[in-house]
């Protein structure tokens, strides 16, 4: 059973750094490109960030690029997200997930991620 447990979230201020971690199990990490999306209340799924399972390339979405670092680390099997300079508008509750390498898709597209986690709450104060 592939499970993805994420981690790191909660409560900060404007300007604070968070790093949220992603732990995954019942799957061959290698296997997968991680990436992260954030929801927030009335919204739909945004892509924030990806990395290859390939060459640990990255990619990133508009909303917080510069802002954030995503790494993976394949013998641990984990995936994590340095957030930098939050604001009140990346509260959201943030999703790990994993996209196969045999999946012809496209990182922004939820629908085309294997595996979910259940999600971790971010809240940015001003």
């Known amino acids: 059973q592939v499970r993805l447990e994420e981690s790191g979230g909660g409560l900060a201020q404007a300007g604070d750094s968070l790093r949220l971690s992603c732990a995954a199990s019942g799957l061959t990490f290698s296997d997968y490109s991680m990436g992260w999306f954030r929801q927030a209340p009335g919204q739909g799924r945004e892509f924030v960030a990806a990395?290859?399972?390939?060459?640990?390339?990255?990619h990133y979405g508009n909303s917080l690029r510069g802002r954030v670092t995503i790494s993976r680390d394949n013998a641990k099997g984990t995936v994590h997200l340095q957030m930098n300079g939050l604001r009140p508008e990346d509260t959201a509750v943030y999703y790990c997930?994993?996209?196969?390498?045999?999946?012809?898709?496209?990182?922004?597209?939820?629908?085309?991620?294997?595996?979910w986690g259940q999600g971790t709450q971010v809240t940015v104060s001003s």
């Open positions: 997930a994993a996209f196969s390498r045999t999946k012809t898709g496209s990182y922004y597209v939820p629908e085309d991620w294997a595996y």
């Open positions: 990395v290859s399972y390939r060459d640990a390339s990255t």
